[in-house]
């Protein structure tokens, strides 16, 4: 049998006198597509939280699978306002874009004389089979396509200065990025 990405088992989640989730248990397989359908106040929102780790239950189990990662895309989604559309979008890649940008400082480094080339080497090619095993080489092409096919606005824009459908779909950009195994969205809309 296959391994669940993700388990709730007996999940109750009580806020002061309130109960919200009460006796919820649920697995899902990787690949698998749900939706959760009810009423406003029935606990879905919290349920997904409880599923990114951003809150846990009272009661219960919740747990992600090892070695898997999950994301959420929340109703109100949280963007940096003094960022650009693109500075915001590349905080989704922010770990590769970092090495691939190390990467290009050894290259240069190793024109310098006095450089050390077997240490430069060496961290050259460590960061060289991350990039490659990320497929980041064209990281900058990869952002602009990924805006383009969600018709995010412009990537000079200031995100301070967008709709709130515009800044879903910067943050849906960002997320989608970081290919989470597991990922949550919160009310999508078109």
């Given at each position: 049998m296959a391994e669940f990405i993700y388990s709730m088992v007996r999940a109750r989640k009580a806020v002061g006198d309130k109960l919200i989730l009460d006796d919820v248990t649920m697995s899902f397989y990787p690949g698998a597509k749900?939706?959760?359908?009810?009423?406003?106040?029935?606990?879905?929102?919290?349920?997904?939280?409880?599923?990114?780790?951003?809150?846990?239950?009272?009661?219960?189990?919740?747990?992600?699978?090892?070695?898997?990662?999950?994301?959420?895309l929340m109703q109100e989604p949280k963007l940096d306002e003094t960022k650009t559309v693109l500075e915001n979008v590349q905080e989704g890649v922010g770990e590769i874009k970092a090495k691939v940008d190390r990467f290009n400082e050894i290259s240069a480094a190793m024109a310098e004389p006095d450089a050390d080339f077997d240490t430069l080497l060496a961290e050259m090619g460590v960061l060289q089979e991350a990039i490659d095993a990320a497929d980041a080489w064209d990281l900058d092409s990869q952002l602009e396509q990924a805006m383009d096919a969600l018709r995010t606005p412009p990537g000079d824009e200031k995100v301070a200065h967008l709709s709130g459908g515009e800044k879903r779909r910067v943050a849906l950009t960002k997320l989608l990025l970081q290919k989470p195994d597991l990922l949550l969205l919160d009310e999508p809309t078109n």
């Open positions: 749900i939706g959760m359908v009810g009423p406003n106040g029935a606990g879905k929102s919290t349920i997904l939280k409880i599923m990114a780790g951003l809150d846990t239950p009272s009661n219960g189990e919740a747990r992600l699978s090892p070695g898997y990662s999950v994301g959420i």
